[in-house]
């Protein structure tokens, strides 16, 4: 039952260029979203969180937007660089219990 | 301001022995969740505890896995009998109790079952 979907696994962008990681959700009760990024051999790391009583959060070069009637959020990075190329995780919690659901992860190549 | 701590890094077992994972999480946190990753795969949820209780274990395989966090110390994974499936990167995470915050993830305990 998987109630957090990155259906793209992997993607791969131009330095400089946009890249845009997306992500759905089957659940109502889900009312707060993160987007963690992931090195290989490392821990996820928290990038930037979402409430659902906002449509769009930033955070320099990353941008997250919440379309709740579409049940979607997606992570925007301008201008993307190498650096970025890590898998993104994309994870929901209900507002009612402490519990976050993770996505299946997109893995982003950002290439020179 | 020590982040989530996990240890051993790396643990590699015979088939058939236990394995234990542990976790500190941050300071003050009294959620802990344990995450797995199989190679080439995303993270699967296997327990949620706060302390002295499981709050949700709905991940977890209901035999040879357990999974504790007492009053006073680490939270523990442990992994009873292991097989070469049981290979794979073993995260916990932690949070707060209240507030819009992140989890906070560990470093990882890389399993290897030879």
């Known amino acids: 039952d998987q109630q957090v979907k990155q259906n793209s696994p992997s993607l791969s962008v131009q330095e400089g260029r946009i890249s845009i990681l997306n992500c759905d959700y089957t659940n109502s009760m889900f009312d707060y979203f993160l987007w963690y990024k992931k090195y290989p051999a490392e821990g996820p790391t928290f990038l930037i969180s979402i409430s659902s009583i906002k449509d769009k959060n930033e955070d320099g070069r990353f941008t997250v937007f919440l379309n709740k009637s579409a049940k979607h959020l997606s992570l925007h990075i301008v201008p993307s660089q190498p650096g970025d190329s890590a898998v993104y995780f994309c994870?929901?919690?209900?507002?009612?219990?402490?519990?976050?659901?993770f996505g299946s992860g997109t893995k982003l190549n950002v290439k020179p | 301001n020590a982040g989530v701590m996990q240890n051993p890094r790396h643990l590699v077992r015979r088939r058939g022995q236990e394995a234990r994972l542990r976790c500190s999480p941050v300071k003050g946190h009294s959620h802990v969740y344990w995450y797995r990753q199989l190679p080439e795969e995303g993270l699967k949820f296997m327990v949620y505890?706060?302390?002295?209780?499981?709050?949700?274990e709905s991940g977890m395989p209901k035999e040879r896995f357990s999974a504790e966090f007492p009053k006073e110390g680490p939270s523990i994974l442990r992994i009873q009998q292991v097989v070469r499936g049981d290979s794979a990167a073993y995260f916990c995470?932690?949070?707060?109790?209240?507030?819009?915050?992140?989890?906070?993830f560990g470093q990882g305990t890389r399993l290897t079952v030879v």
């Open positions: 994870a929901a919690r209900p507002y009612n219990f402490n519990k976050f659901y």
């Open positions: 505890l706060q302390k002295e209780n499981i709050i949700d």
């Open positions: 995470a932690s949070s707060p109790d209240r507030g819009n915050t992140e989890a906070f």
